[in-house]
């Protein structure tokens, strides 16, 4: 079950587009809270509100705050948009969106198409952390190319919840979203990973795809509990649909838990197990040690004897992270804290951009 507390907005801290952080007042304690305006409505100071408190209850970190149920001075409202295809499905919370494919869709023909990608380098991560090392890096060196961010279901669902991508979009480092499953918010709605990356090539006329899920992976500690596990079906939805699939590994060497020290063990059974599609994995020149220990585990994991491993030189992630002024965290850790997570990342979008060239000629 779910937590539900009665609480009171006190004050309206922020507001983006679909995203609006209050500070509710709750049995004597004052909380911060979001609302979702597209599943809400819009919200005041004054206004009494069910709030869903397991999130904070539990301490985590990612969704530590409480999430807006109902604001009950609208009483009955009614849905304006358009659109037949339903996420969040038999839930409380279900909604309707016009998805791209659907015949109300003025793209619904473009989507009967054969699919075909025709090669289109589609960038496959496991963290939210990741985009905008590699969304800043591509424009950095290519400022032409048109990058289309798909966010699938395997973390946050609300895209509206991402400040990422907030900020990426507002600079022009993503020029188009698109959520997938049951993630919505995106410029277009898509049923699933395939006709989002269809939608990608036909609809948004997109140079270059990237893929990974919201913020808040879900992990457990076991050998395919976590929700990144969703990296091997992407990459292999992208090889049946004759693109260019790029993994992006996790590596770090600051991570104090031994399974992501390196080369994460989500990584490794990603690609070995689930991926069947050989893919592309770009690794940044590293310092011997380091790259002797990350070519190590790929090799031992098995990952290298079924996957392309690309090492290259990279001096351009780093500091147009800097120079961005975002605050980039990856489990708490900054881009000075964790450099070889975030290199990393920003490696696969100098070899999408590789690929483009290589595709222009």
Request: proline share 5%.
């Amino acid at each position: 079950m779910i937590s539900v507390r009665r609480g009171t907005v006190i004050e309206v801290l922020a507001k983006r587009t679909g995203l609006t952080e209050v500070e509710v007042e709750l049995e004597g304690d004052v909380f911060a809270a979001l609302n979702y305006d597209d599943l809400t409505g819009d919200i005041r100071a004054g206004d009494e509100v069910l709030l869903n408190t397991t999130a904070l209850e539990l301490e985590l970190g990612t969704g530590g705050k409480h999430i807006v149920l109902w604001n009950l001075r609208h009483g009955e409202i009614s849905s304006p948009q358009p659109g037949h295809i339903m996420k969040l499905r038999y839930t409380p919370l279900q909604i309707k969106c016009l998805s791209v494919e659907e015949q109300e869709s003025p793209h619904h023909q473009m989507l009967q198409e054969k699919p075909d990608l025709q090669g289109m380098p589609v960038i496959v991560g496991t963290l939210h952390s990741q985009l905008p090392a590699v969304a800043l890096t591509i424009k950095k060196v290519s400022p032409e190319t048109k990058i289309a961010y798909i966010m699938t279901d395997g973390g946050a669902l609300p895209l509206a919840f991402s400040n990422l991508v907030h900020e990426l979009k507002g600079r022009g480092a993503i020029d188009i979203t698109i959520t997938v499953g049951h993630a919505f918010g995106g410029d277009l709605e898509a049923v699933n990973v395939y006709s989002g990356l269809m939608a990608v090539k036909v609809v948004a006329h997109a140079d270059v795809a990237l893929v990974v899920m919201g913020p808040g992976i879900v992990g457990t500690d076991t050998s395919l509990g976590f929700s990144g596990v969703e990296q091997g079906g992407i990459i292999n939805a992208v090889g049946v649909l004759k693109g260019t699939p790029i993994a992006i590994p996790r590596v770090s060497f600051k991570d104090k838990r031994p399974r992501h020290r390196g080369v994460s063990h989500h990584t490794l059974t990603a690609l070995s197990l689930t991926a069947l599609v050989p893919c592309i994995i770009p690794i940044p020149r590293m310092p011997d040690e380091k790259m002797n220990t990350v070519l190590r585990q790929l090799r031992e994991g098995g990952v290298a004897a079924k996957h392309q491993i690309e090492v290259i030189d990279n001096d351009v992630t780093l500091g147009v992270l800097e120079d961005s002024g975002l605050e980039i965290t990856t489990m708490g850790r900054t881009v000075c804290e964790d450099p070889e997570f975030f290199q990393t990342a920003g490696t696969s979008g100098l070899y999408a951009v590789k690929i483009l060239r290589e595709l222009a000629t």
